[in-house]
Every structure is written in C-alpha cells, then in structure tokens.
C-alpha cells in the first residue's frame, strides 16, 4: 500500500499544501519547528482517524481558523482510493472514502495502514503499562474494526462508571446503575482481551526474531499479556473471559465502592517483557529495553503485513538519529519492501544513505 498525494488545507502550519511522494523511501528534512511531524502526524491521522499526540482534534486546525481539510490518494489492494476528511471546530467530522462517507475511524484502516515509530517509543518497555496498552488499542485498532467498535464501547462504559463512583458520595443513588456499567464492561472488555491475547502471540513471535538479529543472537526476547487475574486462559472463547470478569468485578465490588475507583477490568492490562529470562523494567539496561521498543515496534509492522498481505507505512519520526549505529543499519536494512518516511533535521548521512526523494520542509510549505 502506498500514499500517491496528500493534500492539507489549514492543517497545523499548512496553511495550502499538495505533495506528491515516491513509492518507496520518502526523507522529510528541515530545521527544528517546520513541519516536519505534522506531515507525519496528517498521514497517520489518514490511516485511523486519530492523531498520535494530538488529544482533540482541534489541535489539528491551524490557529485562526475553524476548518481543516486533508485529502490523500491511496493505492491499495490493487485499486486507487481517495480518503478525504474534513474537521471543523465544534462540529462533527466528517469523513468519506471516493465520495462515500465513512463512519468509522476503521474505514480508513481497511484502506491505509501506518505504523508510526518516534524517539518517545524508544520507551515503549520502560513506561509504565499505559503505554504498552496504547501500542496493542493503536494497531488493534487499524487491523481489526471489532476491537475499535469494543474499545470505544468499554472507554464509554469505563468513565462512566468512573464519574459513578467519583460521584457517588454526593449521590448514593447513582450506584444502582453500577450492574448496568459492569455488565458493558465485563462484555466489551472480553472482546478486548480476545484480540489482545492473540496479538501478543504474534508479537511474541515476530519481536523475539527482531530483538535477536539486532542484538547480534546474544539477547533472548520474551514476553506475556497479562490480564485480569480470574481470567485463566486468555484464548479462552469471550463467553467464558465473559464470566470471569464479572467474577472480578463481584470480588472488588466492596473494594471499588470504598476506593471510588474501578478497580476491576482489561483497562490494567500489560505486557511483560523479558531479557535474557529477567524482567526488562526492572533489571534491563537502556541499550537493551531500547532494542526491545524497536523490535516491538518491527514486529507490529511485520503483524500487519501478515494480516492484511500488504506493508502498513512506516512512519518513522526522528528515531534513526537516536540510534546507535548499528541499530540504524539493522532498522535501515528491514524496511525495504514498503513506503517509508523519515524525518531528519539535515540531509546527511542518512539522507543519501537511503536514497529516495528528499522532501524539504519549511515554514509550513515542503519543496
Ligand atoms: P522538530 O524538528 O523540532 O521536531 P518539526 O518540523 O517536526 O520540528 P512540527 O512538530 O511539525 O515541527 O511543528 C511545526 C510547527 O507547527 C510548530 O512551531 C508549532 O507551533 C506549529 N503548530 C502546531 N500546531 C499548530 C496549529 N494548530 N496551527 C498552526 N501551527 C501549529
Ligand atoms: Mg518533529
């Protein structure tokens, strides 16, 4: 799959932008504050209706204004596809593949594929499990549209039942409600656990290979999702998941109730990891947890295209200048067979090193 044109209208700094990349590598360079992110940031937003860093999607509209457009043709599973979305300050946005209106974020998953990477991520096993979380929601998300449909249904139920218990001292009677909330979360939250437990499996597999090439066969990668306790096997059909999260709930009603809080439910779930058979947060080195972040990160590329037949875009955001040589070359050397694009500060090594076209930003305008 690739991305042929992306055209921005009041989009960040972009004030009126139409670019056209190369099919295989495409290297953004400028200085600190041009644009170079936000490019990113737009084409990913193209592949599942939410931006990396952004938290509202008013944060995309140039300041002053109060519509955004973006439009890019895309060319995947054989056909040509025009994806356009058009946001506008306090109002709904609105969404359409080749002139037909697309609904869910989804839609535009099952048309483009991106998997962004930026030096943040490099702290991917160091953060707490928020951000390992937030890696399984994004590239469940794009892959598969059940998982988005649950994980916003369980958000909703979640702080929900969050402002109840918040709430409920002022207003005793809002717990009456508690079941209805716990049975949405108990049966959105089973789906959840389903797709994720899956997905750690490929992980597992694809991110152990990655972790020991780049470490040069001395390191051993592993890793397990971790979930609700009473949850036994997570494989096991949601029913069953089904049932044993309301037993989890039942045993923290009391708990929960005192607290104020929700205790009970996949919104804690993890992944732990492991280098060489110890626990990487705890014991492992930065070089070594950073190795692992990039393997997870390959991995997710390499799920994808298992899935899906076709290599998502990688967007990769400032990472290769943080890495070490040898890191840089292996990266360089697995992403080939996709469209990639990378930014960097100046044309340098890495920008001949790749080749491709060379796109240079600045002041919201790309020459
Ligand atoms: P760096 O090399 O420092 O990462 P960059 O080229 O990636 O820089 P961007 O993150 O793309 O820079 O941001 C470029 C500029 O866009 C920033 O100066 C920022 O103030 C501006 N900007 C961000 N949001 C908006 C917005 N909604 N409207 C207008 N400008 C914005
Ligand atoms: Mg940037």
């Avoid at 990639?340 to 305008?365: A, M, N, Q, W, Y």
């Amino acid at each position: 799959m690739q991305i042929n044109k992306l055209s921005l209208q009041n989009f960040r700094n972009y004030s009126e932008q139409e670019i056209a990349f190369a099919p295989d590598c495409n290297v953004i360079v400028g200085e600190n504050a041009q644009g170079k992110t936000n490019l990113l940031e737009a084409i990913g937003y193209l592949s599942c209706g939410r931006s990396a860093r952004a938290r509202k999607d008013s944060e995309l509209i140039s300041f002053g204004r109060s519509e955004c457009a973006l439009r890019g043709e895309i060319f995947s599973r054989n056909r040509s596809f025009l994806v356009e979305i058009f946001l506008s300050a306090g109002k709904r946005r609105k969404m359409s593949i080749n002139q037909v209106s697309a609904k869910r974020a989804s839609d535009l998953s099952a048309v483009l594929g991106t998997v962004f990477f930026c030096p943040e991520d490099l702290l991917l096993i160091r953060d707490g499990a928020a951000a390992r979380r937030r890696f399984m929601d994004r590239a469940l998300c794009q892959l598969r549209p059940r998982y988005e449909a649950a994980l916003s249904e369980y958000t909703r139920a979640y702080e929900h039942k969050t402002r109840i218990l918040r709430d409920s001292e002022e207003y005793p009677g809002l717990l009456d409600t508690l079941p209805e909330f716990n049975e949405r979360m108990a049966r959105s939250g089973a789906v959840l656990i389903y797709y994720r437990a899956r997905f750690c499996e490929r992980l597992k597999e694809y991110a152990l290979i990655a972790h020991r090439e780049c470490s040069g066969g001395r390191e051993e990668l592993s890793l397990s999702y971790e979930t609700v306790r009473t949850v036994t096997d997570p494989f096991a059909p949601p029913d069953t998941v089904y049932s044993q999260l309301q037993q989890h709930q039942a045993e923290h009603d009391r708990a929960e109730r005192m607290a104020r809080m929700c205790l009970s439910g996949p919104h804690k779930d993890d992944i732990s990891v492991c280098i060489g058979g110890v626990a990487a947060r705890a014991f492992s080195s930065q070089g070594q947890t950073r190795t692992a972040a990039l393997a997870f990160k390959l991995a997710e590329r390499d799920i994808f295209k298992e899935l899906t037949g076709e290599a998502p875009l990688l967007l990769l955001d400032d990472v290769l200048s943080e890495l070490d040589p040898r890191r840089q070359e292996y990266v360089l050397n697995r992403i080939s067979g996709g469209q990639v694009f990378i930014t960097c500060c100046e044309e340098d090594r890495l920008g001949t090193l790749l080749g491709g076209k060379v796109l240079h930003v600045s002041e919201g305008s790309v020459r």
